[in-house]
C-alpha cells in the first residue's frame, strides 16, 4: 500500500512538471538536455510503467517546442518506440501519424519511410495485417524509389510473415525467395535466419517437405552462428521437429523435439513456441507408439494454453484423437464437442474445420452431416484464402500504381517547371529587349535635349553678340560725339578766350564771359558721356558673367540689391554650352523666388572654385522658409534635378526672419568641355 501510495504521490508530481509553460525553456540547447535526461529515466529507470508513461508524455511535449523539423522527428520515432514497449498502442498510432504527416511535408524521404513502417507496426500489433501490410509495402517501394535496396529486402521478411499468418503460403515463399539473394549479400544472420524458416514453414503447409527440410536446416546452421541466442536455435529446432511431424516421421520430430525442450530456459524466453513443442512432442511419442501419461501431461498443455489465453480447441482435438484410439469413445467424443463449441465461439474457422473433421470420425451415425459441414466450410476457407491472397495481390498493385501516378505527376512537376523556365526566360527576353529600346528612346531624347540646350545658349551668345555690337556703336557715337561736339566747342571757346591775351577791355571780358557759361555747356555734356562711359569701366570681360548679371539689373527704387561674385579662377570657356545654360537657369530660378517671396533687402549671388568643384551659393536676408513644405515645389524641384543632372549636389538652408541659402556643388570634370 505504501508503495502504491509512493508512486501515485510520483505521477502526481510528474503530471505538475509537465504542466511547466513553454516559455520556462529559453534554449534549444536546455530542452534538448531535458529530452535525452528523459528518455534515459524511461530506458534505465525501474519505474512502473504508468510513471514511464508520463515522462514520455512529457517528452513528447516538450518536443514540440523543438524548432528542428529533422530532430523534432526524430525524437519522435523514439517517443513512439517507448509507448510500444509501454503497451500504449494508441499514444503509439498517434506519434507515428503525426511524424508521417511532418515528414511528408518536409519531404524528408528517410522520415518518410521510417514514419511509414512505424505506423505499419501498430496495424501489425493490432492484428489489422492487411493494414500492415500496405504500409511496409508501401515503405519498400519507398526504398526501391530511393535506391536503398538492401533495405527494401528487409522489409520482405515483414511482409512474408504477414502473409504466412494469413495462410498466402506461396505469396509467402514467393515474397522472400525475391529478396533471399540480397539477405545473402548483406550477410544479416538473424535476418537470413527469419527468411530461411518462413520459406521452411510455407514448405511445410504446401507438402513439399524436403524442401522444407533443406531450408529449415539452414536456418539451424544460422542459428548456431548467431552468439548467445538459444532462442533462435529452439525455434529452428521446434520448425524441425514440425516438419517430421507432418511429414509423419514421428521419430526424427522426436529427435528435434527432444533437443528443443532441453535447451535452457526455453520455457522462460519463449513459453509459447515452449507449448507448442512439448505439445508435439507429447503426440509425436503417441503416434509413435508410446502410449504413457498422455492425458496428464495434455491436461498440462491445456493448462498453458490457458495461462497463454489460447483457444483449446486444437489440444481438445488431439485429445479427443488420443481418446479415440484408445477406445474411449465417449471421451473422444466429448472433447471433440468441446473443440468444436470452442472454435465457433471463437469464430475459428481453420479449428471449426478440424472440429468436424474428427466429428466426423467420431460420430459415425452423423458422419454425413459433419462431412457436409466440413466440405462447405473448407470451400469457405479455400475462397477467404483466395480472397486474403488477391488482397494482397491487390496492394502490391495499389502501391505499383500509386508509385506510377506519384513518377507521372513528377513527370508533370518536370514539364511544368521546364515550361515555367521557358516562360520566364522569355519574359525575361522580352523585358531586357523592352528595356534595350526604352533606354534607346532615353538616350535619344537626352541627346537631343542636350542638341536643344546648346541651340538655346548659341542664341544667347548670339544675343549677346548683338548686345555687343549695339554697345560698340554706342561706343562709337559716345566717342563721335566726344570729337565732334564736346572737342569742337572746347576749341572754340579756346580759339574765343584767345581774344583776352590781345584785348582785355571791357567789351572783351564781357563777351569772353559768356563762352564761360558755354564752358558750363560743355561741362554738363561731358558728365553725361562720363555717366555712360563709367559702365564701361566694370564691365566684365567675360560673356557668361555679364549674362548673369543681365539677370536682373539694380536701379535706385528697388526694394532688393542684387550683388555678384564670380572666382577669376574660373575658365568658363571650357565649360560645356550645357552645363552653362543649366548654372544659368539655376541662378536665375533662385534669383526670381527670393525677389517673388524672400521680401529681402540684399541678395548675393556667388560662383567661386574650390579645389575642382564649382561652388554656386546664393543668399538673401528674408523672411526664411519651411523647407520640408517646399522641398516638393516645382521651383526648387527644378533646381535639383539641374544639379543632379550636372552631377552636382543640391542644399537648401533657411531660419525664421534670418533668410535663405542654397548651395549647389558640381564637380568640375562633370561639366567641362
Known sequence: MKKQIFWLLVSIALHFVS??????????????????????????????????????????????????????????????????KLDFFNEYKDVAKRNLIESIKTKDTSRIIKSTINYGHYFLRNNIKDSAYFYFDKAQQLYVLNNQIFESNDLSVQKASIQYYNGDYLGSETTILKSLSFLKK??????????????????????????AIYYLKLALELANNIDDDDISISI???????????????????????????????????FQIYTYAKQNLILSRFYNGGQNNVEEEFNEIIENYNELNLSLALPKIQLSEYFFRQNQLKKSQESAL???????????????????????????????????????????????????????????????????????????????????????????????????????KQLLFENNQQKSNEQIYQLMLDQQVKYEEGRTIEKQRIAKELHDGVM????????????????????????????????????????????????EVFEKSNN?????????????????????????????????????????????????NCL???????????????????????????????????????????????????????????TTNQGTTLFINIPINKITV
Open 338 to 440: 468441446e473443440a468444436y463449441n470452442i472454435s465457433v465461439n471463437k469464430n475459428a474457422f481453420r479449428d471449426k474445420l478440424i472440429s468436424l473433421k474428427q466429428l466426423t470420425n467420431v460420430f459415425p451415425e452423423k458422419a454425413k452431416y459433419y462431412s457436409n459441414e466440413y466440405i462447405k466450410l473448407s470451400d469457405s476457407i479455400a475462397a477467404v484464402d483466395k480472397k486474403i491472397q488477391n488482397t494482397f495481390a491487390r496492394i502490391e498493385y495499389r502501391v505499383d500504381e500509386l508509385n506510377n501516378e506519384n513518377e507521372v505527376l513528377a513527370q508533370q512537376n518536370k514539364q511544368i517547371i521546364y515550361y515555367a523556365l521557358i516562360g520566364i526566360l522569355l519574359f525575361t527576353l522580352g523585358f531586357v529587349y523592352f528595356w534595350q529600346k526604352q533606354k534607346q
Open 596 to 654: 517673388k517671396y524672400a521680401q529681402a533687402k540684399n541678395c548675393s549671388v556667388s560662383l567661386t572654385l574650390e579645389d575642382t568643384v564649382l561652388v554656386i551659393k546664393i543668399s538673401d536676408d528674408g523672411i526664411g522658409l519651411d523647407t520640408q513644405k517646399v522641398k516638393s515645389g516645382i521651383g526648387l524641384k527644378n533646381i535639383k534635378e539641374r544639379a543632379t543632372f550636372l552631377k552636382g549636389k543640391f542644399k537648401i538652408f533657411s
Open 488 to 535: 569742337n566747342k572746347l576749341a572754340a571757346i579756346r580759339f574765343n578766350l584767345y581774344a583776352l591775351k590781345r584785348d582785355r577791355t571791357d567789351k572783351t571780358i564781357v563777351n569772353c564771359l559768356t563762352y564761360v557759361d558755354e564752358i558750363q555747356t560743355v561741362e554738363k555734356e561731358i558728365r553725361t558721356l562720363s555717366h555712360d562711359l563709367s559702365k
Open 19 to 84: 504542466c511547466e509553460k513553454p516559455n520556462d525553456i529559453n534554449k534549444q540547447s536546455a530542452l534538448i538536455d531535458s529530452i535525452v535526461y528523459y528518455n534515459q529515466e524511461i530506458r534505465t529507470s525501474n519505474y512502473p510503467d504508468s510513471v514511464k508513461k508520463i515522462l514520455n508524455d512529457k517528452v513528447l511535449r516538450l518536443n514540440g517546442f523543438n524548432k528542428n523539423d529533422s530532430i523534432r522527428i526524430k525524437n519522435n520515432d523514439t517517443i513512439a518506440y517507448n509507448y510500444y
Open 544 to 592: 557668361f558673367e555679364a549674362i548673369i548679371q543681365a539677370i536682373y539689373w539694380n536701379n535706385d527704387e528697388d526694394t532688393t540689391k542684387i550683388s555678384y561674385h564670380f572666382d577669376p579662377k574660373i575658365k568658363w570657356e571650357t565649360f560645356s554650352a550645357e552645363a552653362k545654360l543649366n548654372c544659368y537657369r539655376i541662378i536665375q530660378e533662385s534669383i526670381i
Open 236 to 270: 529452428a529446432l521446434n520448425n524441425l521437429g514440425l516438419v517430421y511431424f507432418k511429414k509423419e516421421d514421428y521419430s526424427k520430430a522426436i529427435e528435434y523435439y527432444a533437443k528443443a525442450i532441453k535447451i535452457k530456459d526455453f520455457k522462460k524466453n519463449n
Open 186 to 211: 548483406k550477410n544479416d544472420v538473424i535476418k537470413l535466419n527469419v527468411a530461411y524458416s518462413i520459406v521452411g514453414l510455407c514448405k511445410i503447409e504446401l507438402k513439399d517437405f524436403d524442401e
